[in-house]
């Protein structure tokens, strides 16, 4: 298993060299490295499937509200946690590759819109959770375009990058689920949801304006 100022440099490379000094990313992928370096001969796969497992199920307790709503929050974030997991099983130990990265950009996105499947069933309106979940999808979408175009980086890192998705939803639920003997639930999940869509419009521009500047290059 690498060292963790190596498998945050070699983290970096594989995500076109983002700058990983900020305390938000380097405190995610330490927490992911520390819980990985017991587990080194799992296959990353594995992970990956867990994750999406875990995020799916939180469609449940969401669904039945009230105090079921903290083990909702839960959920995400153990499912954000176990997507870290993958890959720094994959980077740490030497067994990162192309397929990997795809699959589990593609699990992120499946894992994104059961967040959104959740916030909707806890009491958000569908409107909201769809441009929730939209949002989440978007920042990664145009940074696969980008990188089709030639960008080679990743863009700037905005103020709605997963570990931000992963913890507004797990947040939102678990408030809603502390706050549900008083009824105010519903509005905590559609407030949440709220910010969540604003900081991701926020994040879109934050992006675009980075990348527009790299595809002018």
């Known amino acids: 298993m690498l060292s963790r100022d190596e498998y945050l440099a070699a983290w970096s490379r594989w995500h076109g060299d983002t700058d990983t000094a900020r305390p938000?990313?380097?405190?995610?992928?330490?927490?992911?490295w520390t819980l990985a370096r017991p587990l080194a001969g799992l296959p990353p796969v594995v992970a990956t499937a867990f994750g999406l497992l875990v995020?799916?199920?939180a469609l449940v307790p969401a669904a039945a509200g009230g105090a079921w709503l903290i083990a909702a929050g839960v959920l995400v974030g153990l499912s954000g946690l176990l997507d870290s997991l993958d890959g720094a099983l994959a980077i740490g130990t030497g067994r990162a590759s192309r397929r990997g990265f795809v699959l589990d950009s593609v699990v992120d996105r499946l894992s994104e819109a059961a967040?959104?499947?959740?916030?909707?069933?806890?009491?958000a309106p569908g409107w909201l959770a769809v441009l929730f979940g939209a949002l989440c999808w978007l920042p990664d979408y145009l940074r696969a375009r980008a990188g089709q175009a030639g960008v080679g980086e990743t863009g700037a890192l905005s103020v709605w990058e997963r570990p931000t998705r992963v913890a507004m939803t797990g947040m939102t639920?678990?408030?809603?689920?502390?706050?549900?003997?008083?009824?105010?639930?519903?509005?905590?999940?559609t407030a949440g949801a709220g910010v969540g869509a604003l900081l991701g419009a926020v994040g879109v521009v934050q992006l675009g304006i980075s990348l527009r500047r790299m595809l002018a290059e």
């Open 24 to 32: 938000l990313v380097r405190g995610w992928l330490t927490a992911a």
């Open 55 to 57: 995020a799916a199920a």
């Open 173 to 189: 639920l678990g408030g809603a689920g502390v706050l549900a003997g008083t009824g105010a639930d519903e509005l905590v999940v």
């Open 115 to 123: 967040y959104a499947g959740a916030l909707w069933v806890a009491g």
